[in-house]
């Protein structure tokens, strides 16, 4: 029987938010993206 790796189970998740990944949250909702894509899908 293999062992399970201990870090890989889920850990993730209750790690701290890095500004990174803030501030792609932040622009998620700021810009809007179908707006956006909408109006460079000509070029």
């Given at each position: 029987?293999?062992?399970?790796?201990?870090?890989?189970?889920?850990?993730?998740r209750y790690g701290?938010?890095?500004?990174?990944?803030?501030?792609?949250?932040?622009?998620?909702?700021?810009?809007?993206?179908?707006?956006?894509c909408a109006s460079?899908?000509?070029?």
């Amino acid at each position: 029987m293999r062992q399970s790796r201990f870090a890989g189970t889920g850990f993730k998740r209750y790690g701290k938010t890095t500004r990174r990944a803030a501030f792609l949250a932040e622009m998620e909702q700021v810009i809007p993206w179908g707006e956006l894509c909408a109006s460079i899908e000509p070029v």
